[in-house]
């Protein structure tokens, strides 16, 4: 199974590529969601079993984005933290929030058994520790918070992952389990119950025909009634590009010479913080360890991040070697909310999903119930909590006011550095970089071999500036996060067009 990197995550080491047959024929369906992710497959067999007819559309494989990278935390609790939520939104807004969180995970669990999914589900205890006394007072404000959503949380005398910490909380009943296997078998339902899932099918644009969403493809138009971009981002140029700031989360699968793996979950509270968990891929035991966090395209060398990691995951563990590493994109909302629902800007019935920080397991789910209510029923419980055209000023212009300035930063400010950098010729093996050659602004990597890889360097979505991501091996838009491999081609939304080829031209 492929994903949006060059680095292969642990899950990808067991789950390969879906083997459905392919087809062109792209008959109308009730229903067309965008993105075979944990939101797009659990959305498209939630309306598949209401009788609502689907077609879910992938322009790659499975599992090809952030679910196939993440680490599978299933939390009761979020990046926001619950007093966060209700110093912004209000106590009743906090509590129906873990709700959703709850009923996420009678989900997933209705979902491993109606199916018969094995996916290493397991139900383990959450751990949060402070590390100093600043860390500390955050994680009383969290005590705080959980008490008066009713989330149960207290206090323990030791750390499972024996980092020495000042203060340590327990919060049962959260869970884990492997993506990929999970999404594998909810995709077949989907298709069993009548559901068609197109791979290798871009959606390239959307438009309002009558009372008619039409979709157009790299395999042909589809016409429905509703949309759903399960994207991450949605695609395009839309309202949600400036409500939203992509990040990159750094992880690592490691052996230990202790052979000791807690059966838990594990969060410090660093800013970004680290987070922590173990899983058995047959029959080998891995501590799966992530943090390191950035704005997408703002590190001019990401193999530092891994290194920082792996320097700090030292300190605390005795690492016998590095199974695997990854990186994934996730996307951090203004105002610490995701926003699912009706795409402002967009035809009626479009609907996305996105700004779910680091906890996509948990609100890919929740929007997949949220937006196939809506779509069958009309209503959700979730629908004004996630509303996409909701304004909270107070909880969200500082960070939009933040995130346009480097949007700002980038699409001018970028432009004018690139005149510094020196020439072409001036390039390793293995390297890229953004270069100014005959007045022109050119993305440049040459592989191991030796041979160049020349790119326009204006991002096709607003024509940012991308930035050479080393480890991953792609151009990144410090600007929104869309993503292009060496030759250009699309990994991430929210561009849709490739970068332009100029060594197909030469």
Same mark, same amino acid.
């Given at each position: 199974m492929e994903r949006d990197g060059q680095l292969e995550s642990i899950w990808q080491s067991e789950i390969k590529h879906y083997g459905q047959a392919q087809t062109d024929v792209t008959p109308n369906k009730e229903v067309v969601i965008v993105g075979a992710g944990i939101t797009g497959i659990t959305c498209a067999l939630m309306l598949q079993k209401k009788g609502i007819n689907s077609i879910l559309v992938e322009a790659n494989n499975m599992g090809f984005g952030t679910s196939g990278g993440t680490t599978a935390h299933l939390n009761t609790f979020f990046d926001t933290p619950y007093f966060q939520v209700i110093k912004d939104f209000g106590l009743e807004s906090a509590k129906l929030?873990?709700?959703?969180?709850?009923?996420?995970?009678?989900?997933?669990?209705?979902?491993?058994?109606?199916?018969? !999914?094995?996916?290493?589900?397991?139900?383990?205890? @959450?751990? &949060? /520790?402070?590390? #100093?006394?600043?860390?500390?007072?955050?994680?009383?404000?969290?005590?705080?918070?959980?008490?008066?959503?009713?989330?149960?949380?207290?206090?323990?005398?030791?750390?499972?992952?024996?980092?020495?910490?000042?203060?340590?909380?327990?919060?049962?009943?959260?869970?884990?389990?492997?993506?990929?296997?999970?999404?594998? !078998?909810?995709?077949?339902?989907?298709?069993?119950? @009548?559901? &068609? /899932?197109?791979? #290798?099918?871009?959606?390239?644009?959307?438009?309002?025909?009558?009372?008619?969403?039409?979709?157009?493809?790299?395999?042909?138009?589809?016409?429905?009634?509703?949309?759903?971009?399960?994207?991450?981002?949605?695609?395009?140029?839309?309202?949600?590009?400036?409500?939203?700031?992509?990040?990159?989360?750094?992880?690592?699968?490691?052996?230990?010479?202790s052979g000791n793996y807690p059966e838990a979950l594990g969060y410090d509270m660093f800013e970004p913080y680290h987070y922590y968990r173990t899983h058995n891929i047959d029959g080998e035991d891995y501590l799966i360890a992530g943090g390191e966090d950035h704005k997408t395209g703002d590190v001019d060398n990401t193999t530092d991040s891994f290194e920082r990691l792996e320097s700090y995951l030292g300190m605390h563990f005795d690492i016998e070697s590095i199974a695997y590493r990854w990186s994934s994109q996730f996307y951090e909302p203004a105002d610490g909310l995701p926003y699912i629902g009706h795409l402002p800007g967009s035809p009626d019935n479009v609907y996305c999903a996105t700004g779910y920080s680091g906890n996509g397991m948990i609100f890919g789910t929740?929007?997949?119930?949220?937006?196939?209510?809506?779509?069958?029923?009309?209503?959700?419980?979730?629908?004004?909590?996630?509303?996409?055209?909701?304004?909270?000023?107070?909880?969200?212009?500082?960070?939009i006011i933040t995130e346009a300035g480097s949007v700002i930063k980038h699409m001018v400010v970028d432009k004018l550095a690139v005149s510094k950098i020196v020439s072409l010729a001036e390039l390793k093996n293995d390297q890229g970089k953004v270069v100014k050659y005959e007045g022109d602004t050119l993305a440049v990597y040459k592989d191991a071999g030796g041979v160049s890889h020349i790119l326009q360097s204006d991002c096709t979505h607003l024509y940012c500036t991308v930035n050479w991501n080393q480890a991953e091996k792609s151009w990144d838009c410090p600007c929104h996060g869309s993503r292009f491999d060496i030759n250009g081609d699309v990994l991430n939304a929210p561009a849709v067009k490739k970068l332009k080829n100029i060594s197909e031209l030469l």
């Open positions: 929030l873990a709700n959703g969180a709850m009923e996420v995970h009678d989900i997933i669990k209705d979902n491993i058994n109606t199916y018969q !999914i094995y996916c290493d589900y397991s139900t383990r205890p @959450g751990y &949060l /520790f402070s590390l #100093d006394e600043s860390q500390d007072e955050e994680l009383e404000q969290i005590l705080e918070g959980h008490r008066q959503v009713g989330l149960d949380t207290f206090e323990v005398d030791n750390n499972p992952f024996g980092i020495p910490s000042v203060r340590v909380v327990e919060i049962p009943n959260q869970a884990q389990f492997h993506p990929l296997k999970y999404l594998r !078998i909810l995709l077949k339902e989907f298709i069993n119950l @009548g559901g &068609l /899932f197109l791979e #290798d099918c871009r959606v390239t644009s959307v438009d309002k025909e009558g009372d008619d969403i039409v979709a157009t493809t790299t395999k042909g138009n589809i016409i429905s009634k509703h949309l759903v971009y399960a994207t991450h981002i949605p695609p395009g140029r839309n309202i949600m590009h400036f409500r939203n700031a992509p990040y990159r989360s750094y992880v690592m699968a490691v052996k230990l010479r929740l929007a997949a119930k949220t937006i196939s209510d809506i779509i069958s029923t009309g209503s959700s419980d979730y629908q004004d909590l996630f509303s996409p055209s909701r304004v909270k000023p107070m909880a969200g212009l500082n960070n």
